[in-house]
């Protein structure tokens, strides 16, 4: 039997310590490398706090009409692009018109009465110089009748004759003064409306409202932005005052309202920037910053806020909506909505 050659043996066995001590240093090397990575990447990203609970914000103006009436022209459609001041729709202008009309009748009719008014304050003017000219006539009359009384050529029902009509002239003064009086408050003007008579200014109130009525049965955009809900208007429907018709989103200002875990609002500060990416637009990301971080959390300010002084109560980690504003212009179209992802760099 041949003998085994030790240069071979030495080889071999030199082979196999190496592959032992590679495998040993792999084994060794590779939880080094992933815990040295996971401490690395903790380091590098632990002042950084994100939320996938975001949405784009967009200020949304409901618009109503002043005044009621039957719709008889739509000028919008879903989805339309207005400017402040486009027409949206407008209603039957007819009854407001009527309005006008009548306020107009209501001011005419009160100006007759101011001139009838006048008329009788002139006369009553008249009536007391009349009834003044009859007391110097009567005093005269009484005097002579007196002194013809004192002479003995007159009798007594004479005398008491003149007195009587002399007192009744006096009467006559005092009722002119009081109709004149009368008069005269019935032209005066308070001093909330100086020189207009009161009937007047309430009829040119009445046209005035009128007016502005007839003014609102065209509805107008009061911002620029996209039209949204109009399904609601169509021609023939009564439009109810103060009834919400339609809304307009004005998407030339988005923001993002996230709501991030209370634990998340530690170094948290107005002004620290941040990055947004949108579940609908995968490549697109914009950049932001804090603009202010709520006052209260979103249970807080429910329809039903939690009661938690009871038996049953279980810590639930609360959500604050924190406003970020879009720094940014993006090169998609915001929409009011849109899920969004923020993460904030705290250490900034």
Do not use: C
């Not at 100086?194 to 049965?217: C, F, H, V």
């Amino acid at each position: 039997m041949a003998e085994a050659d030790p240069k071979i043996d030495a080889g071999t066995t030199a082979k196999t310590k190496s592959r032992r001590f590679g495998r040993l240093a792999l084994m060794v090397s590779v939880p080094l490398v992933l815990v040295g990575g996971a401490t690395a990447y903790y380091i590098a990203n632990d002042h950084y706090v994100s939320t996938d609970n975001a949405y784009v914000q967009q200020d949304k103006v409901s618009i109503s009409a002043e005044v009621g009436g039957r719709i008889i022209d739509v000028a919008v459609h879903e989805n339309d692009v207005v400017k402040e001041g486009d027409l949206l729709f407008r209603i039957d202008p007819e009854p407001y018109r009527i309005a006008i009309e009548q306020a107009d009748a209501a001011i005419a009719a009160a100006q007759v009465r101011v001139s009838s008014l006048q008329t009788e304050y002139q006369n009553t003017n008249v009536g007391i110089d009349s009834a003044r000219e009859d007391v110097a006539f009567y005093e005269k009359e009484y005097q002579r009748q007196s002194s013809l009384m004192q002479a003995g050529f007159t009798t007594r029902a004479r005398l008491q004759a003149a007195e009587h009509a002399l007192s009744d002239a006096r009467s006559r003064v005092a009722s002119a003064l009081a109709d004149a009086t009368k008069a005269r408050a019935a032209l005066a003007t308070g001093s909330a409306a100086p020189g207009i008579n009161p009937a007047i200014k309430a009829g040119q109130a009445q046209r005035e409202q009128a007016l502005l009525n007839l003014s609102r049965t065209e509805v107008r955009a009061p911002i620029a932005g996209v039209v949204s809900q109009a399904d609601r208007l169509q021609p023939g429907q009564m439009m109810v005052q103060g009834l919400p018709g339609v809304t307009i989103v004005a998407s030339n200002k988005s923001w993002i309202e996230a709501n991030f875990k209370e634990t998340d609002l530690a170094h948290m500060r107005v002004g620290q920037p941040a990055e947004i990416s949108f579940d609908a637009y995968p490549d697109l990301k914009v950049r932001g910053k804090v603009a202010s971080i709520g006052a209260g959390t979103g249970s807080e300010f429910s329809v039903l806020p939690a009661q938690n002084a009871n038996g049953n109560w279980v810590k639930v980690t609360q959500r604050v909506p924190v406003r970020i504003s879009i720094t940014d212009k993006p090169k998609r179209a915001m929409i009011a909505g849109l899920s969004a992802h923020v993460r904030i760099d705290t250490d900034k």
